[in-house]
């Protein structure tokens, strides 16, 4: 008996110091992997986009006025793509002063910044190449990588970004000190072990030059392949679903998107506009999160959005589903 006493508790020993171990190389690791400098292009584009000049000089108006004027067109574009297409609000708060990203204790406790002017911004003074890096490569202005899901944001275009900033920068400046990230140990084993991969490691490349304005809005492949941008990150760059890599725990697997038969294939448009708007798969079950929070975004989307994301959809390669 005391023979397997001690057999058990050498074996407890040997596990007790490989648990303690791998964390503790997951913890150096981790940090290494947030510590790094990562390179990004320089990009420059004005905030606001201003009027045409034949415009201005059409309408009789100074370049006070006309600046004036081009605020208010890029304020009310923004609000339309905050509210129906990049989810702004849903990481950073109602009033961009910050929210909750990601609460889980042993995975990770993630925030989004008060993007605000006031105490506690972490946008102050930045231009933007700053909001370029943060925004569509994940990097933040000091080159270290961050947590912003920047790859849902890479077919954004310079006129959008700008008009969003607009839009922030017309906000009421709020105080408000967001905590910094932090990973627990379910997540820095999961970073060390690249089950966890940070935007900036997943965007392919930090030099691709963006569009200056998205496509026009009408329904048509190359309008629904620039909305479905935001879809990339849960369901894959081929849009064929799969494990949500970096997400609760809880989340199921993200849907296939492609018209293979274990996706989208047998959906008709009335059902896929039911699953936006309403929150219902084509069984009448209900969406659950992450998708679950789309729908009040989805609801927001005109008719022309949801018709041309479906025939994007629909003009993908049928892809079987990812385990």
């Given amino acids: 008996m005391k023979r397997l006493l001690n057999v058990l508790g050498g074996v407890l020993l040997i596990l007790v110091v490989t648990v303690v171990g791998v964390y503790v190389w997951a913890s150096v690791k981790s940090s290494r992997t947030m510590a790094r400098t990562i390179q990004t292009h320089t990009v420059d584009f004005p905030i606001p986009f201003p009027l045409p000049e034949e415009e201005r000089v059409a309408l009789g108006l100074t370049e006070a006025e006309a600046l004036a004027v081009a605020t208010e067109r890029a304020v009310e574009r923004a609000r339309h793509l905050i509210d129906a297409r990049y989810g702004c609000t849903e990481c950073h ?26 105490r506690g911004s972490r946008t102050l003074g930045f231009g933007p190449a700053d909001w370029d ?91 629904g392949r620039h909305l479905a941008g935001v879809c990339t990150g849960c369901h894959g760059e081929d849009l064929a679903g799969g494990p949500i890599v970096g997400g609760d725990p809880n989340w199921p697997p993200a849907r296939n998107l492609t018209p293979h038969d274990q996706g989208l ?24 999160e992450p998708m679950a929070s789309v729908v009040p975004v989805g609801r927001r989307m005109t008719d022309v959005e949801l018709e041309a994301l479906w025939t994007y959809l629909r003009s993908l390669t049928p892809l079987p589903s990812r385990q």
């Fill in 93 to 118: 708060g109602g009033n961009f002063s910050g929210g909750v990203m990601m609460d889980v204790a042993p995975v990770a406790r993630l925030f989004g910044p008060n993007l605000t002017e006031g």
């Fill in 133 to 223: 890096r943060i925004v569509r490569h994940g990097v933040r202005a000091d080159g270290h990588p961050a947590a912003m899901p920047s790859e849902d944001f890479q077919r954004m275009s310079d006129r959008e970004l700008s008009d969003i900033v607009t839009y922030i920068r017309a906000q009421p400046a709020v105080d408000n000190e967001m905590p910094p990230v932090v990973l627990g140990p379910m997540g820095k084993v999961l970073l060390a072990t690249g089950k966890l991969r940070l935007s900036a490691d997943v965007i392919a490349s930090h030099d691709v030059e963006h569009p200056s304005v998205p496509p026009p809005a009408e329904v048509s492949i190359e309008f």
């Fill in 265 to 288: 294939g047998r959906w008709s448009y009335e059902q896929f506009v039911t699953a936006m708007r309403e929150g219902r798969r084509a069984d009448g079950t209900e969406l659950r």
